[in-house]
């Protein structure tokens, strides 16, 4: 076999390991907690918290699950007057539930799952809102945050989910809203907070945050370092090794004029989940028709070759930003972000298409590749504040923002790798099959393996310029408003033996929405808005699957931006002497021009899907000891216009014209809750419930509905040192949690048991 080497650097988590466990084990639990003892801070219930993500160095209470203002100066209102639907999950939800993942934290917020990746679509994090791609909507302190990751929250404080159509507020894209994480960033005070957790599969993960005033407390220095290794529950052969490091410096805490200099590096080795492939319904079946995953009998099988399959990321993140006071009610703000992630793998798909799954009880083990690397550079200047004209009150933002990315995506050449049909299962054609109630992943890979250096590279430039106002026109009616114009230039060449071909393509948006707010008692708000969004063909800058038919080699296509407009009506109370936070919202999200294939190669803006929705929320405290992070959502949606069946310009037989939208489930349910029993001891858990979700426009695949549940306990055994157990899916629920369109979907993690020691100075 032949093999090249990746070029993504290969750096060791153990010398970070090994530095943090030095710091660690440098002294015992037990000196910790003789040390606690005589320290005369004062400390409450989780004092680990951190301090808040401004860096004025104002603190704020960081234990409870209420926020009350967003982290983003474009959100010129409470949330409690923002006449949208917003969720925060804050650090202490993250804390709480054990959360390290992206995909972890979003288990509590309803109505976002997750769709699997494999080759054109990377693999990484890949959320739908409400029913909508949202791959490219994740934001960074307010920032787009592009390219391909699975990414870690050891450096993140909360994370700020806006649901609806949202390019207003962040440009192209966020048909079903948007994700913002936000940063730890340096405080006004000294503190040391660390952590070991120990859990079941081997879990090792170790984490310490520390921050330094300096300067005559003028300026502070944060560092968060992050280790983290795991093998996964009721999976066979799957692992995860990750490391990551997040400096940061800030000046002028507490004075006019603030700078903030970060960097963020997270880099990781996996031997990632091949997932399960689906079954059919009928032992006479050549085409799927309502299946679901066949694990064989057996659901610890893992399809894939520890002989072939890796999966290697990397992601470098460096941000210069600089904020001025020009006056008591208007302040300035430069952010200069320069980010590069990549990453290489190549992972088994358990492929059906031969239909092996039912003829033969066998696998095709598919390899699927990729080698890609993003580079994105942005400056985003805004101006912000509050000012009275006309006899009413203005808190505005207002910005500009100029963005130049870069994709360049290529693969290896993997071959035997060609849709056998696999009579025979046991390792069977050098690896290539193996058995569906029996894979070894041992097998030998006896076929070989190389770069192939020709791919696509897709550049892409945009332009954005955008204006909010919440003007309150008396103390009981606000109207927001927001106003946002961009332009977006793509183009992609793609380089194969044959040549090279070029799509480019430029376009030009307008977005804005408008809500109406009426205060019936200052804690509470009633509204209604309208948004709207814009997708332009390429928006994905060559890591996903944009919907651009050009890159399937459509004779004729219409590549104007797909638009989608949401129409919500809802109210928010903020209850209990406002330590309690309850919305509600229905709504329908219309997406109306959507490219559809209309012929034989030939595509145009003439689709349409639609959801219809209901969303509920709790967050804060009932009681002093009680506290409570839930939410409800009902989606109803359809494909409204389907257009014809096909791939890449091929028109097959058939209709999806009334069918749910995949990734999309009718109901999900999410309830936290912790209870201080005494002052030192917190019990809490939690329920999740997820409705069955179709993996594909067609409705042919699903994966079905599941509930599970969690457990926590935490304990102080002093001012400085607490204890913290988790236990995820507490009945070991066999269950899917993301649906691909074709041949597998990825399964969740068993029964996992997690026992943290915290410090904190």
Known sequence: MSRTTTKIPASSPRMLASAIGVALSASSVAHLAQAAEDTEQKGQRNSISLGATSITGEEQDNTSYQVEKASSQKYTAPLVDTPRSVTVVPQQVLKDTAATSLQDALRTVPGITFGAGE??????????IRGFDAQGDTYLDGVRDTGGQSREIFDIESIEVSKGPNSAFGGRGSAGGS??????????????????????????????????????????????????????AGRDAVNYDRWGVAPSLTFGLGTPTRVNLSYYHLESNDLPDSGIPYGYGSPTATAHVYDKPNDGGDSNNFYGL?????????????????????????????????????????????????FNVNRFGTVWRRANSRVSTTTTTTNQTDLFGSFQALGFKHSYSTGLEFTGEETRVSSYTISPNANPICTVAKGSLGGQCTSLSNPNPDDAWTGSIARNYYG?????????????????????????????????????NTDSATGRSKIKEDSQFFNWQAGLVWKPVENASIYASYATSATPAGGLVGEGSDGNPLSAGAATSDLQPEETVNYELGTKWDLFHDRLSLTAAVFRTEKKNTRILVDALTYQNAGESQVDGVELSAS?????????????????????????NGRNGVVSSGSNKGNQMPNTPKNTFSLWTTYDVTSKLTIGGGAFYVDQVYGDAGNTVYVPSYTRYDAMASYKLTKNVDLQLNVQNLTDKLYYDKAFSTHFANQAAGRTALLTTNFHF
């Open 179 to 232: 994700l913002n994480l936000v940063s730890k960033t340096p405080q006004a005070r000294d503190f040391t907070n660390g952590g070991f957790t120990y859990g079941s599969d081997q879990t090792r993960r170790y984490v310490l945050d520390v921050n330094r005033q300096f300067l005559d407390d003028s300026a502070a220095f944060r560092l968060n370092l992050m280790s983290h290794e795991q093998n996964v």
């Open 306 to 354: 520890k002989d072939r399959d890796f999966r290697k990321t990397r992601a470098d993140i460096s941000t210069f930003s600089i904020e001025h006071d020009l006056n008591d009610t208007m302040t300035l703000k430069n952010t200069l972000r320069h980010g590069s992630t990549g990453q290489d793998y190549i992972l088994t798909q358990p492929d059906d298409s031969k």
């Open 456 to 492: 696509t590279t897709t550049k892409a430039t945009s332009r954005g310029a955008y204006v909010f106002d919440t003007i309150e026109l008396d103390p009981k009616w606000l109207l927001n408003v927001g106003l946002r114009y961009d332009t977006f230039d793509t183009v992609a």
């Open 620 to 644: 804060g405290k009932i009681t002093d000891q009680w506290q409570v992070f839930a939410g409800y959502s009902y989606l109803d949606s359809e494909l409204v216009k389907s257009g014809l």
């Open 119 to 128: 080759g054109g679509n990377p693999q990484g994090d890949r959320p739908f």
